[in-house]
Every structure is written in C-alpha cells, then in structure tokens.
C-alpha cells in the first residue's frame, strides 16, 4: 500500500499525506484488502478541478473531489507483491474550504471525507443506486467515525495527563498530549515551583518531552491540552511563543476540558504576530 501524494495547493496542506495515508490504512483493514495498491492524490484549487470537470466529465464547473479508477474491478484480484496503481483521487483545497464553512466542521473533517469518498470509488463503490449509496455512505461513516475517534483519544489522554500535574500552589491541573507521525504520543502537565516565574506548563512539558526524545516539529501531528474548566482550556502567551516556534504552524490543536467540549485551532490562529528568529537577525 502506497500513497502518492502532490500538493499544489497551500503549504499547510502537507500535512495531508499523513491524514490521508492513515484513512487509506483504516480503509483497507476495514474491507480486508490486502493487495499491493499505489493510489495518486493531487490537492488542487478550483480553476485546475474546473478544467478536468470540464474536459473529462462535461462538467463546466468546479467540483470538490474527482476520481480516476485505473483498476475499476473490485472482483479482480491485484498484485500482493507488485504494486498495482488504482487510481487518482483530485481534491480541490478551495472547494473543501467553502463546504467546511457551510457544513459547520473543520477543513479536515472535510478533506479527510473527500479522500474517504474519492478511495472508495476507486475501489468500486459508487453512490447511483439508493442500495449502493447505503453501503457506501456506510462505510465512508464508519471510517471516518473511527478515524475522527482519535480526536478524542488524544484529548482522553491530554485529560489523563493532569494525574502527572504537580499544582501545591494553584491545584489547578493541565493536561496536554502531543501526537507523531509514527503513533507515539508524548505527554507534558503543568509543573508548580514557589517561585512562581519557574512554573511550567503542560504545553511546554509536552513538547520538550518530544524534543527530548529525538523528535522535531516535522514529526507533530497533533496538540491537545485539557482543564477543569467552563470552556476549553486554552495556552497561556508564553505557550503559545513556544508552540508558534516548535510546533507546525497549520497542524490542529485541540483545546479542551475534562467534560468533553472540545475547541480546534492552530499555531497561526492562536498567535498570528509570533516572534521568530527571522526577528533577531
């Protein structure tokens, strides 16, 4: 199993080779597929979807998410040793924003649905017959219920954290989880000192923790950090310096507390004027 992966889009959009190589694994364990298959993604915007719409499908408009199977029999058996191509999948960035608008969820929700969708028609499924949508809206929500599952675990653990918090002076107790690329989590809670300018924070802890142990902020996936408070909890300003530097600038952050409400946002939305070392030169 092989993903492709080009991005013509925004910069931040890298971070979806990850994204999609994880829905690409959840998809194949789920149907049991075991084939050596390569599949093509392209991250695009709206005029180069426009144009293959157009000339490919007599569409003269943009769409979200269009796939070209090569390998269109899901009956036919691939290759388990040579990699066999099944298709490409062309997602446009400009279309999957404006829908994550309209629909009321994160532009990951809905990336990580067209690439779901996308996958799935190169596997054979399709949506024409109200039988057929049935097993295919399934699937794409049984997918994707589990992969957005991991939201939450990381959260749950960002929340398990805070039995690590050493708070004598507060007894207010911070939790945070930092996800890598390779399914290690590293975990950081606040740490009190009577001199009070020598406290750290679980934010912080978290993310040297990672440091510590040989990872970099190409490794972070994810950020998540959880209090007892009303709201989610959200970094201090010192914290976010140090996330703004340490951590990938478009890579989600979820801010939360320990009765479930969780709130995402990101290093560049959380302190849009960060000081860097571009500033000291």
Do not use: W
């Not at 049935?134 to 049984?142: A, P, S, T």
């Amino acid at each position: 199993m092989e993903l492709d992966f080009i991005n013509n889009g925004k910069k931040e959009f890298d971070n979806y080779e990850f994204v999609f190589n994880e829905l690409m694994k959840k998809t194949f364990l789920r149907l049991n597929i075991k084939s050596n298959y390569v599949v093509d993604v392209t991250i695009c915007d709206n005029a180069f979807i426009h144009e293959i719409n157009r000339d490919y499908r007599g569409v003269d408009r943009p769409t979200d998410v269009i796939s070209f199977a090569f390998f269109d029999d899901k009956e036919e058996k691939a290759s388990d040793i040579i990699p066999t191509s099944l298709g490409e999948i062309i997602i446009s960035y400009e279309k999957a924003e404006e829908q994550a608008v309209l629909y009321g969820h994160t532009v990951k929700r809905e990336m990580s649905f067209l690439f779901v969708h996308g996958l799935l028609h190169l596997l054979g499924y399709d949506h024409m017959k109200t039988e057929d949508e049935k097993i295919m809206f399934g699937l794409q929500n049984e997918i994707l219920g589990g992969h957005m599952m991991e939201v939450k675990e990381l959260v749950e653990k960002a929340i398990e954290a805070r039995k690590l918090a050493y708070t004598p002076y507060s007894h207010f107790n911070v939790g945070a989880a930092i996800l890598c690329k390779d399914g290690e989590v590293f975990l950081g809670a606040n740490i009190e000192n009577s001199s009070y300018p020598l406290c750290m924070c679980a934010e912080r802890n978290a993310i040297y923790n990672a440091y510590l142990h040989g990872k970099t902020k190409n490794d972070f996936v994810a950020l998540a950090l959880a209090a007892d408070t009303e709201g989610p909890c959200s970094p201090c300003g010192a914290c976010r310096q140090v996330i703004s530097e340490l951590f990938p600038s478009e890579a989600p952050i979820y801010m939360a507390n320990i009765k479930g409400l969780i709130q995402e946002t990101n290093a560049k939305e959380l302190l849009p004027f960060a000081f860097s070392g571009d500033d000291l030169k």
